[in-house]
C-alpha cells in the first residue's frame, strides 16, 4: 500500500501546468491527426443517418436521437470485437426502443456501421 503523501507527490507532479504543457505539446500533431480521421468518419455516419431517418419520415426533433444511436454504434464498432459489439449496440438498440423509438430505423442505422440488428 502506497503512502498517501507518496500518492500526492506523484498527483502534483502530473497537475503541474508546464509538464501538462509539454505532454501536449509533444503530441498535439498526432492528436490532431487522429481526431481529423475520426470527425471526418463520424460525420459520414451521421450525414448517412439522416437520409435514413428521413427517408423513413422521421419527426425533425427526433433525428437527433437517431443521430446519437449512430454514434454510440461508431464507438462499439471501433472498441469492441465482432461479438461484443454486437451484443452491446443490442443493448442500446433495446434502450432506444424501450425509450419508443423506431427499431426498423434503428436497425438501419446499426447497419450503417456494419451492425446487424437480428430480425430487421
Not at 498527483?11 to 509539454?22: H, Q, R, V
Not at 432506444?96 to 430487421?120: F, K, M, Q, S
Amino acid at each position: 500500500m502506497r503512502h498517501p503523501a507518496y500518492r500526492l507527490r506523484k498527483y502534483d507532479a502530473k497537475i503541474d501546468p508546464d509538464a501538462i504543457k509539454l505532454r501536449f505539446a509533444a503530441h498535439r500533431d498526432t492528436m490532431v491527426e487522429q481526431e481529423e480521421a475520426i470527425f471526418g468518419e463520424i460525420s459520414l455516419i451521421e450525414s448517412k443517418a439522416k437520409v435514413v431517418c428521413e427517408a423513413a419520415g422521421i419527426v425533425t426533433m427526433n433525428i437527433p436521437a437517431y443521430l446519437n444511436f449512430a454514434r454510440q454504434c461508431y464507438r462499439l464498432f471501433k472498441k469492441f470485437s465482432q461479438v461484443s459489439r454486437q451484443n452491446e449496440v443490442q443493448n442500446w438498440f433495446n434502450m432506444w426502443v424501450a425509450r419508443g423509438y423506431n427499431p426498423t430505423v434503428l436497425a438501419r442505422v446499426a447497419d450503417l456501421c456494419g451492425i446487424a440488428i437480428p430480425g430487421y
